[in-house]
């Protein structure tokens, strides 16, 4: 398992963490998802190396900008 993490500009609330999670969650291979807006962190853990652009598209997709930390 790999785990990569990002961080995540412009999340206030429970349901921005829901729409990253829901957009992440169609990556292929994607295994778990653990992202706070508290802390701007979102935690990508898949079963083979991670596809940095198609998690932050996803991102975007949920209408966040993110940076791999």
Avoid: K, W
């Avoid at 790999?2 to 921005?16: A, K, L, P, W």
């Avoid at 083979?48 to 998690?55: E, I, L, Q, R, S």
């Amino acid at each position: 398992m790999n785990t990569t993490e990002y961080q995540v500009t412009g999340m206030s609330c429970g349901h921005c963490e829901t729409a990253i999670r829901a957009e992440v969650s169609e990556i292929p291979g994607v295994t778990g998802i653990e992202v706070s807006a508290t802390t701007g962190r979102l935690a990508v853990t898949t079963d083979n190396p991670v596809d940095d652009a198609a998690v932050l598209a996803a991102v975007d997709e949920a209408g966040y900008t993110a940076v791999r930390s």
